[in-house]
């Protein structure tokens, strides 16, 4: 019997969607599902959504629970985390603070000012989590799907010998909405793509073997796709490929598309697709269920349907390679740069074609990104590469200069107004950082 534990196990839907999967697999039907959350309440929602699969599937799985993670880690063959660090008034901090020097968030949980102070606060549990993983479970594989993704394992992987990647649903659902938009579905989809999370790019994309950008470029010029996408097939005109992330995080990253108010009404106020990319739109959704979800999951637990089939994920499929049946399995990982993509700094967190085996998670090519790629792609890299620094040596200079050279921030504020507007977060974070040397920014 396999162990697998799930650390924020409150993440209700998610929680339940990854057991599923994990489920489908033979080697994993008797598996141990051990949920551990902080939330008791959750928690305890958890426990029963997991065993509707469970008891769905008729499987032989054992359903536990904690609220004590080294109990919860303890012999754990597989790791998988989702934790959300602080409550929604610091998390809305993230979008309201920027927003009054008018940086405009949309998610605000990858990269720029929002997706730094995210890290910085998540980055110590993330350590107390790997610090138990050593002692009590050092031979897991951990998989963290908990953002900002490339900065979490980046320090991660800075901090410890464990068996960690990041894992991201962009890749495969961006294939995914690429092949309905050429009508090719139903046909072998192949794809070499890289970069970092959240902005890596299809160098390949091919239908049955075929090249499909020809297919692609036509497409987009059909007004229903059009406007699914604004962002993002912007992007894939003026660059010439196209990129994993959505419209509303892509407007974020870049200086092209929120700096102005006639062009977040442009861009980012009339896609059709999941985000286009509207100010707090994550925020939003999220005070949206909070006085709803018990109401929500409770209708499913008692009158909803299970679907046992296999979801896009791609962790259960991880697992099964390293510690299942040890089928190879391929897939995009987060890695520190050692060589992987040639042009891109060494150490900071990629985003790379990888194989999955009884071994653990290796990248399967070197990769040299087209250079106007490369430009763009290094500089957020760098710049995530700088806020992981500062986390490790407890500097709020680097977060300032992190910030400083931020694409969407330095678009539309001086050096002085992001000083006083990091200052302002760091105050406001203040709680969740007494890793910190000070919090106190010397630049003046």
């Known amino acids: ?56 599937g008729g499987y032989p799985a054992a359903v536990k629970s904690t ?114 938009w050429i009508g090719a579905e139903d046909k072998k989809i192949e794809y070499t793509c890289a970069g970092i999370n959240h902005q890596a790019f299809y160098l390949e994309f091919k239908a049955d073997g075929r090249d499909a950008y020809p297919d692609l470029r036509r497409a987009v010029e059909r007004p229903e796709i059009a406007g699914e996408e604004q962002v993002r097939i912007e992007m894939f005109r003026k660059l010439g490929y196209f990129n994993t992330e959505s419209s509303g995080h892509n407007s974020e990253y870049v200086a092209w598309f929120r700096k102005r108010p006639d062009l977040i009404e442009k861009y980012c106020t009339h896609g059709t697709g999941w985000n286009p990319g509207a100010h707090g739109f994550i925020l939003d959704k999220y005070l949206g269920r909070e006085d709803t979800w018990e109401a929500e999951y409770t209708e499913w637990l008692e009158h909803g349907t299970v679907d046992l089939k296999k979801g896009h994920e791609y962790a259960s499929n991880i697992f099964n390679a390293v510690f299942g049946d040890h089928t190879p399995f391929f897939f995009n990982g987060n890695l520190k740069n050692h060589g992987y993509i040639t042009n891109i700094k060494q150490d900071v967190c990629v985003e790379v074609p990888s194989v999955a085996t009884e071994a653990g ?35 709020p200079d680097k977060v300032f200069h992190a910030i400083l050279f931020d694409p969407l921030t330095s678009a539309v504020c001086s050096m002085e107004e992001i000083r006083q507007m990091v200052q302002e977060m760091f105050d406001k974070n203040a709680e969740y950082l007494g890793y910190f040397k000070s919090l106190k920014i010397n630049a003046s």
């Open 67 to 180: 609220m004590d993670r080294r109990k919860a880690l303890e012999g754990a063959d597989g790791v998988l985390i989702t934790i959300l660090q602080g409550g929604v008034e610091v998390w809305r901090s993230d979008i309201e603070i920027p927003q009054k020097y008018h940086v405009d968030i949309c998610v605000g949980d990858t990269r720029g000012p929002s997706g730094i102070f995210r890290f910085l606060r998540t980055a110590p549990v993330m350590l107390d989590i790997i610090r138990d993983c050593e002692d009590v479970c050092p031979d897991a594989i951990v998989l963290n799907y908990t953002n900002p993704m490339a900065m979490l394992v980046s320090y991660l992987q800075s901090m410890s010998d464990m068996r960690i990647t990041g894992l991201c649903h962009s890749v495969q659902e961006t294939a995914a909405m690429l092949a309905r």
């Open 1 to 56: 019997m396999k162990k697998i534990t799930f650390i924020g196990a409150g993440s209700l839907d998610f929680t339940k969607d990854l057991a599923r999967d994990i489920l489908t697999f033979d080697a994993f039907r008797d598996a141990e599902l051990m949920l551990m959350d902080i939330d008791p309440k959750r928690l305890e929602y958890a426990v029963k959504g997991v065993q509707k699969v469970v008891d769905a």
């Open 361 to 395: 998670i290796v990248p399967i090519r070197q990769i040299t990104l087209p250079e106007h790629l490369a430009v763009m792609v290094n500089n957020s890299a760098m710049i995530e590469d700088l806020a992981v620094k500062a986390a490790i040596e407890g500097d």
